[in-house]
């Protein structure tokens, strides 16, 4: 044993500094969430604080000590040092300097004696403890200074120490000490790296301490994200700010190559380590995360196990990722500052060992990894092989837009060489709706796949090269509404599909159901969504079901199913937000139709919000349907609001992206929605223009529907049908809608069906056959019954208000299934209109106009014969209108003024000085 130090307190050869807990600076975070969970003296018999420097862990023993000192509680500190006395002489000399009773236990044993050994000075000090009437906590800080007989001792006086002690040891490594039997006999608290990390609460108090002006909470999260929570990091960034000439902050990032960062690691890290680590630790800085074999690869060497063990013990920043410890990788500051290093020391050996990391990751299935690590090597052959094998693999995964960005970084005579790159950036072009260049990307893959074949190509590696190509020419025919095409390609494809396919046979069959649905061939819908669903189960592929999902509930919502249609699109929903997060590109692709449906069953404002949130994003990755579901209920809810000229906007702007993307379908229910509109705001003429600009055929013969008609062919058809309405030519309006009406009923397509039996019923209530209305409004019922349909009554405006009122208005309730929801309807009706009402009224209160600026010359003519007393057709004749033309114009005065009676719409427009 070596000799002992002295025994009294005053003659001990300790510097009396480290008897005291350093001084806390100004901006200490009190950490209450790790004080409060922290062990009572007398239930532990250690408690270690383990992590890499700068991670607080002085500060909390500081914390830790004063919260015990304010309970009344007995402790001692000791900041450990490699140069001063022995451990037992610096144990011996904290507990004399802190606890009175402990130097008077020593005195008792003969003040002034020296110790002969440590073994006795160690006996001595753990007898002196036992005799104290109160527990006591003895905080050592630094104990990774401790050298390999310090630890010895201190290993042994842990073993003798009573129950009334408790002992803190906070250290960069863990110390050599028999731990594991510590932990088994439940006498060890840990407190780790992770524990230590500051929270984004904990680092919005730091700014505020930091007296940082310009400085705020929303500064927080990104500041724990930059720096892991590593409390040094966060000090350096607030002392690290990028401000303006003014000194407004423009700047709190942080990182490892920041010389404020640097300076701290190779002073206090990297310099101190031995040469063999830093060498192990530049030469492996470049991988996110490795494994011993991996390490081994970067290195050329053997012993990679060996040397994290060494860097996981010195505390270096290196965080295990698994139980097993196989799978590390270092701290994000810590990595940067060593590639730092690395450049300033070597920079040709840079993309060399992006190579071979590359080649590392290759090898073991890391794809993601290796092209990553390819791409920054620069190396354009290497990058284009690993992307041409992986890049279906990556989009079935849903990386599409990540193999977007890889592409990126080839050369266009690179990738004229490897037809998978170019066919899967024509899929991409295609979700970017850039359809000319998914074409010449489809053609220059085709022609390259006839140039491989014809240099010896594998037939299997051709078979699949043309698999593939005729999936994108199938997506590009869905893309631009060339739905014949699509069912043609889809049934060779359905041919060729096996095992390896499921994510395409997701698609196809998608693709399939979207094509038919818009061709009115819902028949075979049912089985085919099956087909598509077992295939979805069995592809695990999330990208794909979200899409097929889509395309689902959007089909769900032309047959009728409401229910159906949201319990499909509100699944989408979830899994996109599961898989891309909130407001991505690939939710809009769920969102956008969900809107529509519960549009439909009037929850306006969840419809509002979720086309607010995503009709902005999804351009950047949908297809025709998704874009134009935003745009029509966008549109809708704004003309519900009274902003019709916002709502004319938004199907403006729907019908110029339709148009320049030559898409005809887009244009044309855009087309048909703006005519509603505008008829329902009284501008006649502008639709009739409108339409005849649009060439929708003035003959309705050429509009009736037949066995290729398309939902397309349809919206023509209700842009015509409307205006033949406003001008009186009702019996055109009847043939054609009574045609539309048989050809949906007879294709299954129940909202068309509603739609056009609505319209028939308005076209009947204008020819004054009040019996054939109610018996269309009640075909219009009994077929939105199921999916209880609510908006779609109310978009067609008084007339149908009108007929509801007259069949349910009044006499007895009862209760067949198609009566009370028709009550609920009127209802709806009645809440809307009110609304409305009391929307105009507000308005008029504000405008010295009145409303006078929302009715047209027409409209305004027919009320000054109405308050002349004459009646419709008096007025018809006068004017050289049919009698159904003037009751259309009095439903559109009803509906402006708010009420359905001659007298009061005459009443107010006297009130209003629109009538003498």
């Not at 607010?612 to 297809?623: E, G, N, T, V």
């Not at 009420?899 to 009443?907: F, G, H, L, Y």
Request: glycine share 6%; net charge negative.
């Amino acid at each position: 044993m070596g000799a002992g130090g002295a025994m009294g307190g005053d003659n001990m050869t300790v510097v009396k500094t480290a008897l005291l807990p350093p001084r806390l600076g100004s901006g200490i975070v009190p950490r209450p969430r790790l004080i409060q969970n922290l062990p009572m003296p007398g239930r532990k018999r250690m408690s270690l604080v383990r992590a890499p420097a700068g991670y607080g862990k002085t500060t909390l023993l500081q914390q830790w000590r004063m919260s015990l000192s304010e309970r009344g509680e007995r402790t001692a500190w000791l900041s450990l040092d490699r140069y001063l006395s022995d451990i037992m002489t610096q144990i011996t000399a904290s507990l004399a300097h802190n606890v009175p009773e402990f130097q008077h236990a020593l005195n008792e044993r003969g003040q002034g004696k020296s110790f002969v050994t440590t073994e006795e000075q160690l006996v001595t000090c753990a007898d002196c403890l036992t005799e104290l009437e109160r527990d006591v906590t003895l905080f050592m800080d630094d104990a990774h200074l401790l050298q390999p007989e310090d630890l010895r001792v201190f290993q042994r006086f842990l073993t003798r120490i009573p129950a009334n002690t408790h002992i803190v040891v906070a250290s960069r490594e863990a110390p050599n000490l028999a731990l594991a039997r510590l932990r088994a006999q439940g006498e060890l608290s840990e407190i780790g790296m992770d524990a230590l990390k500051f929270t984004a609460e904990e680092t919005c108090e730091l700014l505020k301490a930091s007296s940082v002006d310009g400085l705020c909470a929303e500064d927080a999260p990104a500041l724990v994200d930059q720096t892991e929570g590593w409390a040094a990091g966060l000090r350096l960034a607030t002392m690290n700010m990028v401000r303006n000439q003014k000194g407004a902050i423009l700047d709190v990032s942080l990182s490892g190559s920041n010389s404020i960062v640097a300076d701290f690691f190779a002073e206090d890290i990297f310099g101190a380590q031995p040469a063999d680590v830093r060498d192990f630790l530049l030469a492996t800085c470049l991988l996110e995360r490795f494994t011993p074999d991996l390490c081994n690869a970067m290195t050329g060497g053997t012993d990679a196990r060996e040397m994290l063990d060494r860097i996981e013990a010195a505390g270096l920043f290196l965080i295990s990722l698994d139980e097993e410890r196989m799978w590390y990788r270092y701290h994000g500051l810590f990595a940067e500052f060593l590639l730092r290093r690395l450049t300033d020391i070597d920079p040709d050996r840079i993309a060399q060992s992006h190579i071979m990391a590359s080649r590392s990751y290759h090898r073991i299935g890391l794809m993601v990894e290796a092209l990553d690590h390819a791409v920054r090597s620069g190396e354009q052959a290497w990058l284009a092989q690993l992307l041409d094998d992986s890049c279906e693999k990556l989009i079935y995964e849903g990386k599409i837009l990540y193999v977007f960005e890889l592409a990126k970084a080839l050369d266009k005579a690179t990738i004229a060489g490897h037809p998978r790159i170019q066919l899967a950036i024509a899929w991409m072009e295609l979700r970017n709706l850039n359809f000319d260049k998914a074409r010449r990307l489809i053609v220059q893959a085709e022609e390259c796949i006839a140039n491989q074949a014809a240099e010896g190509l594998c037939p299997e590696a051709e078979a699949e090269l043309r698999f593939l190509a005729q999936h994108r020419r199938m997506m590009l025919a869905g893309a631009t509404d060339d739905f014949l095409t699509v069912d043609e390609i889809a049934e060779t494809l359905m041919k060729q599909f096996d095992e390896e396919h499921t994510f395409l046979a997701c698609s196809v069959y998608g693709q399939q159901i979207r094509a038919q649905r818009e061709r009115f061939r819902l028949q075979d819908f049912e089985r085919n969504e099956a087909r598509a669903r077992t295939i979805g189960r069995q592809s695990q592929h999330k990208f794909a079901f979200i899409s097929q999902k889509t395309i689902v509930g959007k089909t769900w919502f032309a047959k009728g199913d409401n229910d159906a249609a949201i319990e499909a699109l509100e699944f989408g929903y979830g899994q996109a937000l599961d898989f891309a997060g909130e407001d991505t590109a690939i939710a809009a692709f769920a969102a956008l139709p969900l809107a529509e449906v519960i549009y439909e069953r009037n929850e306006l404002s969840r419809a509002k919000s979720l086309v607010d949130r995503y009709l902005p994003r999804a351009r950047a990755f949908a297809f025709a349907d998704e874009l134009l579901a935003g745009y029509l209920v966008s549109a809708r809810i704004s003309f519900n609001d009274g902003d019709s000229a916002g709502a004319i906007k938004t199907l403006d702007l729907a019908r110029s992206v339709g148009l320049e993307l030559g898409l005809k379908r887009m244009q044309m229910k855009a087309l048909a929605e703006k005519v509603r509109i505008l008829l329902r705001s009284g501008n006649i003429e502008r639709a009739a223009r409108l339409a005849l600009l649009e060439g929708i055929p003035t003959d309705v013969n050429a509009l009736k529907p037949d066995i290729n008609s398309s939902t397309t062919d349809e919206a023509r058809a209700l842009v015509r049908a409307r205006i033949l309405i406003s001008e009186g030519n009702l019996n055109d309006a009847l043939a054609l809608s009574q045609r539309w009406k048989q050809f949906c009923q007879h294709r299954g397509a129940m909202r068309s069906l509603v739609r056009w039996s609505l319209i028939r019923a308005q076209i009947l209530v204008l020819a004054c056959d009040t019996r054939a209305a109610q018996r269309s409004l009640r075909d219009a019922l009994l077929a939105a019954l199921d999916g209880r349909s609510v908006r779609i009554f109310l978009d067609e405006g008084p007339h149908i208000q009108q007929l509801l009122e007259d069949a349910y208005g009044s006499g007895p309730m009862t209760n067949l299934p198609v009566d009370l929801y028709a009550y609920d309807v009127l209802n709806a009706f009645t809440i809307a209109m009110g609304t409305r009402a009391s929307v105009e009224v507000d308005d008029l209160a504000d405008q010295e106009t009145g409303i006078d600026g929302k009715m047209t010359g027409r409209e305004l003519e027919i009320l000054s014969f109405v308050a002349s007393g004459l009646r419709n057709r008096e007025i018809g004749d006068r004017l050289g209108l049919t009698e159904g033309s003037v009751k259309w114009y009095m439903q559109r005065i009803y509906d402006k003024v708010g009420t359905r009676r001659r007298s009061v719409a005459v009443d107010r427009a006297r009130q209003f000085g629109l009538l003498q």
